[in-house]
């Protein structure tokens, strides 16, 4: 059995055959604790899959190295650390939090280790402080938001209330939000950014947004922030007079069951939603769901898409730091997203986002797309990319 395989089952690192000369070593860089660890582990099993079924496309090999970020970035900087000058990795993939982003992309950089982002939204990272060395399969922070502003404004909404917790991903998230709203005629009349992995009880938050006026409210939150504040805003009754909006993450398909009838109704915006209908998409969900009983998410699509795009750089032939890096910034592939690219100006994901309703359906909760936004590339934000690194 290919090792790649038995990576993607957890049993690589228990082998003890010496490493093969193709081997890839990959340091998988997760949240395993804290409020994102069902966000990490996600993206592992998404990840796996991917593995497992596009493994098979080329003769090389991948050792999985897995360490726990926990949502704290100096934890994630001595993780990335030990990866990079211990393990001696080729690649890394992973990272879910803006902030471990941020802490992590200079000694990635310096140290010229191509990094696949498998989450995190950091507009930063594919901006001014884009590298050669980082490319994006996931999602920017801005990407989601804008045309989520431009969208809900023609909807007739006039004033919205924001809130999201108050780190790097919430603040970008609300600001390319309120940048696209305000400029389609709305007026954001308030704003709140929550204690971030503090806030357990929302009613303060809620209770200066109802009494606010606006026509609705629009928030980041994800993970266990994301099920508590959806409970929240139901059992304070808002839902009716004051509809919740947000980006995608508040009502993933991750917790959407945990947040039950509270999430009916609540309408976002994301780059993925189970429901898309193409056909790459009806198998990774049929796959997914045989593997895990579950149907998968955005975080999962994201782990997929980050194997996939590792296996299509390592078809190249790219076996190392450096030409790993070059080959993962030309992936492009039609994935259970739709059509995806690398844009060249700032290693960012290219893909379509979509406006979608959580509804009851047979089996549960479910997600009703309602527009598909086309695909737009970021703006470079003062990216400068470097040119391509010597091999
Ligand atoms: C972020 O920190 O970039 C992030 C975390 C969870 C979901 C989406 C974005």
Redo the contacts with the bound molecule.
Sequence with gaps: MKRSILAALGLATSLAMPAAAEDIKVGLLLPFSGV?AS?GNEIEAGFNLGLAEFGGETDVTFEILREDTEVSPPAALGKARKLILQEQVDVMVGI???GVLGAVRDMVHGAGVPLIVA????DKATGAACSPYITRMSFS?GQINRPMGTWMAEQGIETVYTLAPDYA?GRQMIDAFAETFTAAGGEIVGQDFTPFQKTQDFGPYLAQAASSGADAVYVFY??GEAIAFVKQYDSFGLQEDLPLYGSG?LTSPLYVNAQGEAAEGVVTALHYAPTIDNAANAAFVASFTAETGRVPSEFAVQGYDAARALIEAAKTGANNRETLANALRQVSFDGPRGEMSIDPATNNIIQPVYVYETVAGEGGLTQQVLAQLPAEADPVNGCEMAAPVSN
């Design positions: 994102y966000l879910v939090s803006s989450n995190a939204g950091n922070n991903a994800a993970g993450f």
